[in-house]
């Protein structure tokens, strides 16, 4: 069949439905497309086809795919939260074929060994992950085995995978005097040069990055490496994917999950025709941390006062759908620069170079993803010693014991993160910060049957009782420009996007005229300048991306919604494979994260298919 905007009306039933066209999602369906040439699988995905979009396969691009006008993003607006000065947080989520592999910004990072460790569920310690890291599909003879990634980049082969559909480089294009510039402060300030930061043990220094940008300079997203392969070999007439068409429910006899009600989605079609389609075998929820949740409330699912007050019929009370929210906590902090117009990618995005050009002439710029290097920290005892008697507890609790855990991320951006109109004409550098394993948690839930009903989303940002959470964003704001401020590129902030230190204080912006700053000391900040700092981490925190945890895999009695094979408790045939699974956080962009979780669910339900016998 391959690739439709609308099933023929013959279609009615297949063997596997796989709710959601995401990472995770378009990785189970291709394997299980290769497990058993009669096996017939339907991919539904509420997003368009991402084949050779331009804003897509081109790195340099990607920012776009967030704009608040996009048509490749999904946005989920919170409700007001009291913690972060009354605002509205925006979370965007994949938003077409591919998931947030299609529209991240691409760069390779991977999960700690205590992450996995910690989720304390059989078949998912690091050692049980690894192979689906680098290798993938464990079913069958060694020489049947196959990878996930081919990776180009430094460090042991043992822990990367070098024959995979997902290539891993340094892209086309690197702006090298910024790159070794940043490096060279970074060590100034305690953060050496490391040659894997993504070995699983790596906690505190710096790497020149790789990203998920192939050698010859195009995005290498789960669309494009595993699915659309197969949908044009002409040997996998068992796959078949529908796009812009949105999943209402899973369809149930009994307690089995039987099929999907699905209808056209608005944003791309006219239609509002409800349909469904029965699943022969197995039904697979691949939504995603928010849209996952909201799916099986709507198809009965979840808690089951929130069920009813939302009008649905109770078919399993499992109480912790939509729990549990996690995101990873981000800032990004602009600042003037000396580099020149080739080393930042501001004259693209303010229209100084001409983009059809660039694209016409295959520019190696495009290649690009503007991050160059990537950075994960943990503070000294000093440093610790000076962020209160609660952060203590809670480092000598979560962190000390546990070398191989960070708190945070750090990446130099060579753009300004904003408006380009709203400053004038340059370059910038700015600095991207994100606080890994919050202590703060969320929630998504249904107000209603229907998919344009409101949902009700808390994101919990800085909302943990202790304040250990902003209390890592007041530790990383001043690492992080003690950083820059060595460097020789430096040239001050951009005021309007820092804290309003008042002129009189040690912290003030500057701006710097003849050259970089000498004779450094690192700045001393008063109570006054913290109080200012954390309430603008309050009115300025906002969303890296990386929701997950909210169908967590635990027991459960312990607000659990899936179990160790996926399966969704109370039910029968219906298996969740996506990032609401993770029972735990990980000190990563999330993306790897989720590639791993498909391959593992594809080995899984293989296996439970009884396809590895045949």
């Not at 394997?31 to 991402?50: K, M, T």
């Not at 967030?66 to 913690?83: D, M, N, Q, V």
């Not at 042991?156 to 940043?182: C, I, L, M, W």
Request: charged content about 20%.
């Amino acid at each position: 069949m391959g690739l439709y905007t609308q099933l023929p009306d013959a279609v009615k039933d297949v063997d596997v439905i796989i709710a959601g066209g995401g990472t995770a999602g378009c990785i189970v369906a291709a394997r299980l497309s290769d497990a058993q040439p009669n096996l017939s699988v339907l991919v539904i995905e509420g997003g368009q086809n991402n084949y050779n979009v331009p804003n897509i396969v081109y790195p340099a691009l990607c920012l776009s795919n967030i704009l608040p006008t996009s048509k490749t993003a999904l946005f989920y607006t919170a409700s007001k939260e009291t913690k972060l000065a009354d605002r509205e947080i925006v979370v965007p989520s994949g938003g077409t074929l591919g998931g947030g592999s299609s529209v991240n910004l691409m760069m390779y990072t991977r999960a700690q060994r205590q992450d996995f460790d910690s989720w304390q569920t059989p078949g998912w310690s690091a050692e049980e992950i690894l192979p689906y890291l680098k290798k993938v599909s464990l079913y069958g003879s060694a020489k049947d085995l196959l990878k996930l990634e081919t990776y180009y980049g430094p460090g042991a082969k043992e822990t990367h995978g070098f024959n995979g559909p997902v290539q891993v480089s340094g892209g086309t294009y690197r702006a090298r005097r910024a790159e070794e510039d940043f490096i060279k402060a970074a060590g100034k300030v305690g953060l050496p040069e490391v040659e894997d930061a993504q070995n699983l043990n790596t906690s505190h220094g710096v790497q020149r990055a790789v990203r998920y940008i192939s050698p010859d300079g195009k995005r290498q997203d789960v669309a494009h490496g595993y699915l659309h392969p197969r949908l044009q070999d002409h040997n996998h007439p068992n796959l078949h994917v529908l796009v812009e068409a949105q999943v209402v429910r899973v369809l149930f006899d009994g307690k089995r999950a039987a099929g999907v009600e699905y209808k056209p989605n608005p944003d791309f079609q006219s239609s509002t025709a409800v349909r469904s389609i029965k699943a022969r075998k197995m039904v697979i929820v691949s939504c995603g941390a928010l849209g996952t949740p909201p799916v099986l409330e709507r198809s009965g699912v979840g808690d089951s006062e929130i069920l009813q007050r939302a009008g649905i019929q109770i078919v399993a009370n499992v109480s912790g759908v939509g729990r549990n929210y996690q995101d990873h906590h981000l800032l990004v902090y602009p600042y003037k620069s000396s580099l020149g117009p080739e080393e930042t990618a501001d004259s693209i995005f303010d229209g100084r170079l001409d983009l059809e050009a660039l694209i016409r002439n295959n520019d190696k710029v495009l290649g690009w993803n503007v991050q160059d290097v990537t950075c994960r920290l943990r503070p000294t005892d000093t440093e610790v010693a000076t962020l209160g008697s609660a952060f203590q507890a809670a480092w000598d609790r979560e962190f000390k014991p546990h070398r191989n855990k960070p708190i945070a991320l750090m990446a130099p951006v060579n753009v300004f993160p904003g408006e380009p109109g709203s400053v004038p004409v340059g370059q910038y550098y700015s600095i991207s910060v994100f606080t890994v394993y919050p202590f703060s948690r969320g929630h998504i839930h249904i107000t209603g049957p229907d998919v344009g009903d409101r949902l009700e989303f808390k994101t919990g940002y800085f909302s943990d009782p202790h304040d250990i959470d902003i209390k890592k964003h007041t530790w990383m704001y001043k690492k992080q420009r003690e950083v820059i401020r060595r460097m020789d590129t430096y040239r001050g902030e951009v005021a309007a996007a820092h804290p309003p230190f008042p002129p009189s204080s040690k912290a003030a912006c500057i701006e710097l005229d003849n050259g970089p700053l000498t004779n450094m000391q690192d700045i001393e900040y008063t109570a006054e300048d913290d109080a200012i700092l954390e309430q603008w981490l309050r009115e300025n925190v906002g969303t890296t991306w990386h929701s997950l945890g909210t169908c967590k895999m635990a027991p459960r009695e312990e607000m659990g919604v899936v179990d160790a094979n996926l399966g969704v408790y109370g039910v029968g045939g219906l298996k969740i494979a996506d990032l609401s699974i993770p029972p735990g956080n990980v000190a990563a962009n999330t993306a790897n994260t989720a590639m791993a979780i498909g391959e593992k669910a594809a080995d899984i339900f293989i296996r439970e298919l009884g396809l590895d016998r045949e």
